[in-house]
């Protein structure tokens, strides 16, 4: 029985269909994109073993009902096809960006539930409604089927209220629902399940800090397998310098912007969520560039890096502090993977806290789980590829098990 995972964006839906049983494998993945436009198109990869197959469909794709009825066609496509029948799919796992406090797990979607993911719009108005036009269409053209909602910030649930609370009138907190929930919280809990097997050590005795550093970057901070804090806030926006994002800054920042170049807090808001972060600091988000950049000496590329990095390297600080233990830092997603100057920028100087990496192991370069620390690190440093649509399809399959 297969798993398909579906994340809805406002012009886009990404796919991919797993088996899990005897053994985790991605039968299929691809995406839908430029919904609405006048020209869209399907990318559709078939893996298997003698080599991947891919093939890509240019046409008209008006919304996302079209794009799901695509997406099942090229399932069960004579041809390019990776099953016969819709039957043949077990559940069908729904990436959903919020529910605030009303899920600290996955879900199974009934009329509630989906309710529930409205009623979070306010929090997540770009990226809630379409993962429910998604949920809507799916639910609609794959009948029959249980369909799961998997909610990036479930993980963060556990943050205790010293943690999540921001220091404003309480008031704010029970009527506007102003907290910090923290995101990414499905590869948080990936990084800690998977550091956990890496260590050997049971999942609820494991005690790490993960930091994911994508184009979105966020770190949590893992007490006994549970989050106790993350930095990222009420919105994506807070915590670590990003791609676009500039993470923290002084709340005092909005008014006096307004007044010194007359925008307004919607363009104050944009400006820092797109225009800003390692692309504000030297003029490009991509770290491949950067990385060339900074090695030919460019010294905004050295300075971006450098602010990006000491941004993470504070936050360790902080949740070395907080945590009772601390077992790993484990590093992942783009950046965090592939990145050894960033990994060995942060790590730099911090052996009072117990890190030591180990330069040759940081230098070499993989596609596997591997640790770079020093043999003689207390503290040990790993590197773990995230895959937040693998716990996708883990966590609908054990949402399906549980209400069999
Ligand atoms: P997201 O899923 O948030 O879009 P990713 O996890 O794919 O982000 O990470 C994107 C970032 O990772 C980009 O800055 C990209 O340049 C960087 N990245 C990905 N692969 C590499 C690589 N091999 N070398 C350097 N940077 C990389």
Sequence with gaps: ???????????????????????????????????????????????????????????????????MALILDALTDREQGVIHNISEIEGVGHRVVHCGEAYSDAALINDAVFAAIQAHVPLAPLHNPPNLTGIEVARRLFREIPHVAVFDTAFHQTIPPHAYLYALPYDYYTTHRVRRYGFHGTSHKFITAEAAAYLDKPLAETCLISIHLGNGCSMAAVHDGCCVDTTMGMTPLEGLVMGTRCGDVDPALHAYLAE???????????????????????????????????????????LALDVYCYRIKKYIGAYSAVLPDLDAIVFTAGVGQNVADVRARICAGMERIGIV???SLNLQESHKARDIHAAYSPVKVLVIPTNEELQIARETQSVLQASA
Aim: include cysteine; glycine fraction near 10%; charge should be negative.
């Design 1 to 67: 029985m297969k798993i398909l995972v579906i994340n809805a964006g406002s012009s886009s839906i990404k796919y991919q269909l797993f088996e899990l049983a005897p053994f985790e494998r991605v039968c299929c993945s691809g995406y839908v994109e430029r919904i609405g436009e006048a020209i869209g198109q399907l990318v559709h990869r078939v893996i298997q073993k003698g080599g991947d197959r891919e093939y890509t469909r240019e046409l008209a794709v008006p919304d996302h009902q079209a794009g």
């Design 260 to 302: 010194q170049t007359g925008q307004d807090i919607q363009q104050i808001t944009n400006l820092m969520n797109k225009q800003s972060g390692l692309k504000g600091l030297c003029g490009t988000n991509d770290m491949r560039d950067i990385k060339e950049r900074a090695a030919t000496g460019d010294e905004r590329a050295n």
């Design 357 to 359: 990496l180990d330069e």
